[in-house]
């Protein structure tokens, strides 16, 4: 059940109730004149409750938005809200630290988006998670996210009900591993490590049920990778989630706009850790069990054995 806005008719219901019940004398003429004054009532009430149930008046589910950056947001991290009075809902249900910024003046152009983000600061943050909601007044061109999107790397976009997400990489290399982040010790052939892995997976995920928080059919999966030397040919760095037999079911993919995209890996400098934002977007249909999530190197003259990173467990 999605959540909605409980803006009931109910007091305005009982007190018309009060009202036919205190008012008039007990005449036979104002008994049935309160009657149907009060089976009006009922009615009215009742289509505006319908109304108020409707899928256009969608609450929006910030208990899903502060799940979702909860499990990813590290404490380099910070939040731009746009509208600013978005954030107290957020924060409601919000349980980590996590600095933020928040405006809600309109952006008319390009040029005032430029202004506005230049003026927040935004340098100090290893990824910033853009939050939009009831903002369509305000930037109906989303000039603010055209700019982010100009100048940063996605990692990872979310749309629970009426609310936009997308973080944004505003320094993609790393001198260590976030506090989060599960160790790995995986060397692939021509000096590639997988340092590291993030995901939300860890107690199962139900592919079948999308109201749970975060979502579990969209299941995303970072990646930190490192380099011994520069150059070299162009790879491809895969990940996917294997069952039993050894046969791909879902493959993670990067987000459009991404670091992979900007910077293809042959040009990433060696030393530093990269993350590498994917995602894997389960089919409702995916049988339950035990499945597992494999890495491995492809370039052009071939691809290297897939090695198991992680055990996933599909719920019913």
């Known amino acids: 059940m999605k959540p909605r806005y409980w803006m009931s008719l109910t007091p305005l219901f009982l007190i018309g109730l009060a009202a036919l019940i205190a008012c008039g004398s007990p005449s036979a003429w104002s008994r049935a004149w309160r ?112 700019v982010l999107r100009s100048r940063y790397p996605v990692r990872m976009e979310i749309f629970p009900e009426k609310i936009r997400i997308r973080a ?75 069952d039993r037999e050894g046969h791909i079911r879902v493959e993670a993919l990067p987000p459009r706009d991404g670091s992979i995209s900007r910077q293809p890996p042959s040009r990433w400098p060696a030393g530093p850790i990269i993350a590498d934002d994917r995602d894997l977007f389960l089919p409702e249909d995916l049988p339950s069990g035990r499945y597992y999530l494999a890495v491995w190197i492809e370039g052009s003259d071939g691809a290297s054995v897939p090695q198991t990173v992680d055990e996933i467990n599909v719920l019913p």
């Open 168 to 242: 944004y990489a505003i320094h993609w290399q790393r001198e260590d591993l976030p506090p989060d982040v599960r160790p790995t010790a995986v060397a692939l052939p021509g000096g590639w490590f997988l340092r590291g892995l993030q995901h939300a997976g860890g107690r199962g995920v139900r592919p079948r049920s999308w109201e749970v928080f975060p979502p579990t059919r969209q299941l995303h999966l970072v990646l930190y990778w490192q380099r011994a030397s520069t150059g070299g040919p162009e790879v491809r760095l895969r990940a996917a989630l294997m």
């Open 35 to 146: 009657a149907v004054a009060l089976a009006g009532w009922v009615g009215i009430s009742f289509v505006g409750l319908r109304e108020l149930w409707s899928p256009r008046i969608a609450k929006e589910d910030w208990r899903g938005a502060a799940a979702w950056i909860s499990a990813y947001a590290g404490p380099g991290d910070g939040a731009l809200f746009f509208v600013e009075y978005i954030r107290f809902p957020f924060f409601h249900y919000y349980w980590k630290p996590l600095d933020h910024r928040a405006f809600a003046h309109p952006i008319p152009d390009r040029s005032a988006a430029e202004e506005t983000l230049n003026a927040l600061g935004l340098e100090e943050y290893e990824t910033l998670w853009y939050i939009r909601a009831h903002a369509d007044w305000a930037d109906p061109q989303d000039w603010v996210d055209q």
